[in-house]
């Protein structure tokens, strides 16, 4: 379910994660990150697919697609390979999250096309820290694809 479809003509983040207290966490870090920009939030792979696949090119596309792995549903690595596959789609970067340490998951995110694989700290400040080195990559340093 998403919730909420804001003025997508800055810079976006697709947030695709189904737990209630990660996301409350994650938008707070990435808040406190300097990230203080609409992010389109879908609890399940599957809504975040359909609305993508429903814009129209002309159409503002997300800056940055942040997926968690482990979802209910299509997982995040499905979703990732569906993401990748669709010409329309697959130049949006897409960061991995989770918080496992398999090295087989890394293998296969890296494998399957995500730009970036980040582990979920434990600790709050930490994961601040991760936003922010994130925020200065993707919204500093590199450039982003307009369309």
């Not at 569906?82 to 329309?88: E, H, V």
Request: net charge negative.
């Amino acid at each position: 379910m998403m919730e909420s479809q804001p003025d997508v003509s800055g810079p976006t983040i697709l947030l695709v994660e189904d737990s209630p207290e990660d996301l409350r966490i994650l938008r707070r870090a990435l808040k406190r990150a300097g990230m203080d920009f609409p992010i389109l939030h879908f609890e399940q792979g599957e809504d975040a697919l359909r609305f993508l696949q429903r814009q129209s090119p002309a159409e503002d596309r997300p800056s940055l697609i942040m997926l968690d792995v482990n979802l209910p549903g299509i997982d995040g690595l499905e979703i990732l390979r569906l993401l990748k596959a669709d010409d329309r789609l697959q130049q949006i970067p897409v960061i991995m999250l989770t918080t496992t340490v398999d090295e087989h998951e890394v293998l296969e995110c890296y494998r399957l096309g995500a730009n970036s694989f980040i582990r979920k700290p434990l600790e709050f400040d930490q994961f601040v820290e991760q936003m922010r080195r994130m925020h200065a990559f993707w919204f500093g340093l590199a450039t982003l694809p307009q369309e």
